[in-house]
């Protein structure tokens, strides 16, 4: 995925370093509760599973990252310390894991309102540093969690990513908010019109629920086929539990069934990010 | 029951689905970065706006020509004209409005020097501004809108503006076929609506806005209000620096890089309602020919049918 070589030109090439382009997802949705932090720690999990360098952000104030994975998220520096000071080295920032290739960076305690929160541009530069020094770092792929609604700096770290997924809670009210999305979207493809639009992925779904099985019936009637990702995130009380023991469910003994559906959207994400 | 066909618009959010799956327009490398290069920051926080704004108004001023200005009728705005059917009924509710608006210029030209430069030549701008449209272009325009159709004149500055550009236009109709004729009926914003789907499909703008001289938004489907302030302090800055080169009211038209490939083009155009500004989000740089062929497009479409 994305490597990138460069060549020296000395009378003959040479290979002299190979780097890795990094790739930056954004998982966004215009409403809160749609399981935008669910699907962020799952997904990376996923990313690191097969071997990525993996890099979770959180980019949400309300720290939701750092609530579900560790004790002291509170207490940690993280995303919104970098933007408020570009020169705070990432590097003290990552947390690592128990799972090698997957690091985490918090929220932090500077929050996205303490920097003037709202007013898109004011952290798009910053971001963008953010991420080349995740690149530095070595990672393959950065996913990050961000609050609810397009504005501030989820706006700005829309400019600068390289995809988005927008979870959609399966019911026929979060599905009506569907075009407010695609406006802010098509909004933030203007400013970064390099932005891939992965699709909207369908979360909660309650099969034995007739209205949330027509509530995805009826996005994929609407939406073009590629805008509505073929994995759907089912309701399931194992993200609850997970959630308590502060774990991504892949390692939950009887995670077995989420993590094949989380390996599988791993693969479908990819495939659209590498058209 | 369908869960969704009664609440929301299908054709148009299919419409914007499929836009955003669209694959992104190519642009070189170099282009991406010409304008503002590794180190650019972004556009001046919230807290510059007010400032940019009292300095791109003071830059409209004209003492010379303050008297000169005729009182502007307002444009219809945009709930007005909807309700109306008609910019005449529009144009009346808006008087009280037009006549505070005609007696600011003069206030504001107290307070400002006569002698003040135009504000772009006192500050380094981070926008690039195409030296090409700034004056030669833009009288063309001023001559077809104003219904003096001296296709000579057009003719000739038309050659010269293309000898002088040098910039390789990226929209997808950067030809010399003329856009489609708009034959646009129906309330003022009906007929904008439809320009703006004219735009998009024979030129590939993305998004257009549409405000008056003061500032008042008459379509906006961009929802930037930096983009909008840009826009209006650009345009005013043209206008004042056309009056003093040509000793005439003129307008001009300008470009400002506002993304790796997207481009603000403003485009003002004189018309009944007084200036009109124009802002355009194409995926480059469109030259002078077409921003002539849209400013008279914009003009046929602004003026009811008889």
């Known amino acids: ?275 | 029951m369908d869960p969704l066909q009664p609440w929301l618009d299908a054709k148009e959010v299919r419409r914007l689905a499929e836009g955003l799956l669209a694959p992104p327009p190519e642009v070189e490398e170099a282009a991406v970065d010409a304008a503002y290069g590794q180190n650019f920051e972004g556009f001046a926080g919230e807290d510059d706006v007010p400032a940019l704004s009292k300095a791109g108004q003071a830059v409209a001023v004209d003492l010379s020509n303050k008297q000169e200005v005729p009182p502007a009728p307002q444009p219809p705005h945009e709930d007005k004209a909807e309700d109306n059917g008609s910019t005449d009924n529009a144009l009346s509710q808006q008087a009280d409005t037009a006549s505070v608006a005609t007696a600011s210029p003069a206030q504001d030209a107290e307070k400002s020097s006569p002698t003040a430069e135009p504000i772009a030549a006192k500050v380094d701008s981070p926008f690039h501004i195409s030296t090409n449209q700034n004056h030669s272009a833009a009288d063309v325009i001023a001559v077809k809108v104003n219904g003096q159709e001296d296709k000579a004149a057009v003719s000739e500055v038309s050659a010269a503006s293309s000898d002088i550009v040098k910039e390789p236009s990226t929209s997808p109709a950067a030809g010399d076929e003329p856009i489609r004729k708009l034959d646009a009926q129906g309330p003022f914003l009906s007929r904008i609506r439809q320009f703006s789907q004219v735009i998009r499909e024979d030129l590939g703008a993305k998004a257009m806005f549409l405000i008056d001289v003061n500032g008042q938004i008459l379509l906006d489907e961009v929802e930037n209000a930096k983009l909008i302030q840009v826009a209006r302090t650009l345009a005013n800055a043209s206008q004042r620096a056309n009056r003093q080169s040509a000793g005439a009211a003129a307008v001009g038209n300008l470009h400002v890089k506002i993304g790796a490939s997207s481009t603000l083009e403003v485009i003002p155009v004189d018309s009944r309602y007084g200036l009109l500004i124009l802002g355009v989000i194409f995926p480059g740089p469109i030259g002078a020919v077409r921003v002539m062929q849209v400013a008279d497009e914009l003009y046929r479409t602004i003026e009811p049918r008889r």
Do not use: W
């Open chain 1, 1 to 275: 995925m994305g490597e990138k070589m460069l060549l020296s030109h000395c009378g003959f090439v040479t290979l002299t370093k190979i780097f890795i382009v990094l790739i930056t997802i954004a998982i966004t949705s215009q409403k809160g509760g749609v399981g935008k932090t669910t699907v962020s720690i799952n997904l990376a999990h996923a990313y690191a599973r097969m071997g990525k360098r993996t890099l979770l952000v959180d980019a949400d104030p309300q720290g939701s990252v750092g609530l579900s994975l560790t004790r002291q998220s509170r207490s940690l520096s993280g995303f919104y310390d970098a933007i408020a000071d570009s020169d705070f080295p990432i590097d003290q920032l990552i947390i690592p894991t128990r799972l090698e290739t997957l690091s985490i960076v918090p929220a932090g305690r500077c929050s996205d309102y303490e920097l003037g929160g709202g007013a898109m541009g004011v952290s798009l530069h910053r971001v963008r540093t953010f991420f080349k020094m995740a690149e530095e770092q070595g990672y393959d792929v950065c996913i990050i969690d961000t609050a609810a609604g397009l504005f501030g700096a989820t706006a700005d770290v829309l400019s600068a990513c390289t995809a988005v997924v927008v979870p959609q809670q399966a019911e026929p009210l979060g599905v009506r908010s569907v075009p407010k999305m695609l406006e802010a979207l098509t909004r933030m493809q203007i400013v970064n019109p390099r932005l891939k639009v992965c699709g909207v992925l369908m979360t909660m779904v309650q099969n034995r629920l007739t209205e949330s099985v027509e509530a995805v019936q009826a996005l994929r009637n609407l939406l073009p086929q590629k805008m509505v990702l073929r994995n759907v995130i089912p309701r399931d009380d194992l993200f609850v539990r997970a959630s308590a023991k502060g774990l991504p469910v892949g390692v939950m003994e009887e995670g077995a069934g989420v993590l094949a559906i989380f390996e599988s959207l791993r693969a479908e994400i990819d495939a659209t990010i590498n058209q």
